[in-house]
């Protein structure tokens, strides 16, 4: 006799998406729950990794390489951030939302792990890191909180819904796929936890706020530009590649140019935060200077 459908679907669902570093100890099953927030599966028998290049691959593998670090160091990012905002009495649909943030780069990371398996063929760990956000210690708490805030929140994670919606539509392997859309579906909430809180702390905080909100605005713009600015895994982005989801240097930073000029700045001084020179420092002769 067969299991019932549902006991199939949680033995599916509770199968660790990759082989990272596990416990041995009963949180193993907490934790896959947690991983399964929402039933978005990964139809990882569909890949078509096989029909690449070893060059391909090995493109494929650095990136996912590299996205995995990323991902990796975001959840001490979002931990780090929750600091700051318990700090500063934030609300609690506030700090739930961020404590979750951390859980979904733990999927995130464990999702591009399986991915460098896929393309590189073996199993890897993240390097292990920590975050470092701006600290001041004499600024106001509230100060603190949104600044870092619209740091990690409204200007990183809003560019990422970005170019990850503009690699998704260029993706055709299902397993690539399937992937960015679920890291996509949960950026989108990071962004939206950004901009619910500034505007919050905004309301709260008058002047003061909108004067440190305005201090970090160039900084967290620079600290994405060199994210986009830097140095690529060393292959061409050829058609096949990018069926799996890869786009060129280029590509990238006319997408964050135009993030930062059609929704970052309008969205900032929507709420009175002056944005200074963004515009023209992000504009058409930065993004064509790849």
């Avoid at 009963?26 to 569909?46: G, Y």
């Avoid at 890897?124 to 956000?133: H, K, N, T, Y």
């Avoid at 603190?144 to 990850?164: G, I, K, P, R």
Wanted: charged share 20%.
């Amino acid at each position: 006799m067969s299991a019932p459908a549902s006991d199939a679907l949680a033995e599916e669902l509770f199968e660790p998406v990759s082989a990272w570093w596990l416990s041995g100890t009963p949180l193993e099953a907490e934790h896959q729950r947690l991983m399964r927030r929402r039933l978005t599966p990964i139809p990882w028998s569909e890949t078509t990794a096989a029909a690449l290049s070893p060059a391909e691959r090995g493109r494929l593998a650095e990136t996912w390489t590299r996205r995995a670090a990323a991902e990796y160091l975001a959840v001490s990012t979002f931990a780090v951030l929750a600091i700051d905002l318990v700090a500063a009495g934030a609300p609690a649909a506030v700090l739930s939302l961020c404590m979750r943030a951390g859980i979904d780069e733990v999927r995130h990371a464990e999702l591009c792990l399986r991915m460098i398996e896929i393309y590189g063929g073996k199993r890897v760990l993240p390097p292990p890191g920590m975050s470092s956000l701006p600290d001041d210690p004499e600024r106001p708490r509230l100060h603190q909180a949104l600044a870092n805030t619209l740091l990690v929140s409204c200007v990183s994670e809003t560019y990422a819904t970005t170019v990850l919606t503009a690699t998704r539509d260029l993706t055709r392997d299902p397993v690539a796929h399937a992937v960015l859309t679920s890291i996509y579906s949960d950026e989108v909430m990071h962004a939206r936890l950004g901009w619910s809180y500034l505007r919050f702390a905004l309301e709260r905080g008058g002047q003061g706020a909108i004067d440190a909100a305005a201090q970090m605005v160039p900084v967290a713009l620079r600290g994405v530009a060199n994210v986009v600015e830097r140095e690529r895994p060393v292959g061409e982005v050829t058609d096949q590649v990018r069926d799996h989801g890869l786009m060129t240097p280029a590509e990238e930073r006319v997408i964050y140019s135009s993030c930062v000029r059609e929704v970052l700045v309008p969205g900032f001084e929507a709420l009175g935060i002056p944005c200074g020179t963004a515009v023209d420092d992000y504009g058409e002769t930065w993004a064509r200077a790849a």
